[in-house]
């Protein structure tokens, strides 16, 4: 299985992670804007031509390595992201508290 290679992109207030798989041009996305100290998971995209690679697991440990390295806290409103959290207890000190609409 060949590495993935994460790299940052955007500003302060948004961005994105990107996942490159070497000889692959398909790239792996998990989208976020800022708000505060929380940093919004929006959206996990990736391509079925680099899916079943740990692309998006990898988009989401990058993202969880930054809120360790840089102090903010996680708002997992993409569902990918929200289920790694489920996955991972030990990340919870790490997730924003957000009260969701149900409506």
């Given at each position: 299985?060949?590495?993935?290679?994460?790299?940052r992109?955007?500003?302060?207030?948004?961005?994105?992670?990107?996942?490159?798989?070497?000889?692959?041009?398909a790239?792996?996305?998990?989208?976020?804007?800022?708000?505060?100290?929380?940093?919004?998971?929006?959206?996990?995209?990736?391509?079925?031509?680099?899916?079943?690679?740990?692309?998006?697991?990898?988009?989401?440990?990058?993202?969880?390595?930054?809120?360790?390295?840089?102090?903010?806290?996680?708002?997992?409103?993409?569902?990918?992201?929200?289920?790694?959290?489920?996955?991972?207890?030990?990340?919870?000190?790490l997730?924003?508290?957000?009260?969701?609409?149900?409506a």
């Open positions: 299985m060949s590495a993935v290679t994460i790299t992109h955007g500003s302060h207030n948004a961005g994105e992670y990107h996942a490159h798989i070497a000889g692959e041009t790239i792996g996305r998990l989208t976020w804007v800022q708000r505060g100290d929380v940093r919004i998971a929006e959206h996990t995209l990736v391509p079925a031509e680099i899916g079943g690679r740990r692309v998006a697991a990898e988009l989401v440990a990058a993202l969880v390595d930054d809120a360790r390295t840089l102090g903010f806290r996680i708002d997992p409103a993409c569902s990918y992201v929200a289920a790694a959290f489920r996955r991972h207890p030990e990340w919870a000190a997730r924003a508290q957000v009260r969701r609409d149900t």
